[in-house]
């Protein structure tokens, strides 16, 4: 018999995890290895525990599950990735393919879609959850139609990260610790993503994470 998947989850919210867990240990073919409460734990934990799978949620601590997909991507090429989330966005979607994952799935359909799109990234498919294809389509066609295409985004990966921990309120020398870069480097940054963002303090850029989904309110 083969090894079973070993399967890294994350998520901010135990309970969550708790169910998520049962659902994937009760199969033969799958184990949980790791847990992480966010998304740089999740990075960490995945260069200790090795997994094969990574489940990650979309909206966590210190990093998001895009943020930590980038980073697994990077770091260790070969996890397969999967999204689980409560979002049905689009945006997201994408952004989700972007990085590195394999598969979306609502944590609303979790205990019928995800066992299956775990071994679906175990075979190297993508897995889409019901009814994604036709809204992807129509969506497309529709934008194709009005000359129009996905908006670019206007800050960077980076400036991306040191946003979202400035509005979770740590200073500059935790965040230096945290990317493993200079605390001057970290000012520049939030120097170019005021002036970016045509933005003033502190508090305008906590909104501003909020609105893009960095962060819940």
Sequence with gaps: MTEPTRILLADDHALVRRGVRLILDGQPDLTVVAEAGDGAEAVEAAREHRPNLAILDIAMPRLTGLQAARELSRRLPDLRILMLT????EQY???ALSAGASGYVLKSVADRDLVEACRAAMRGESFL???TVSTLIRSYLDRARDGADLPAKPITHREEEILKLVAEGHTSRQIADL??????TVERHRANLL???ALRDRLELTRYAIRAGLIEP
């Design 179 to 184: 990317l493993h870069i200079s605390v001057k």
């Design 195 to 197: 002036q970016k963002l």
């Design 129 to 131: 959850y019901p009814g």
């Design 93 to 95: 979607f994408f952004e």
């Design 86 to 89: 409560m979002y049905d966005n």
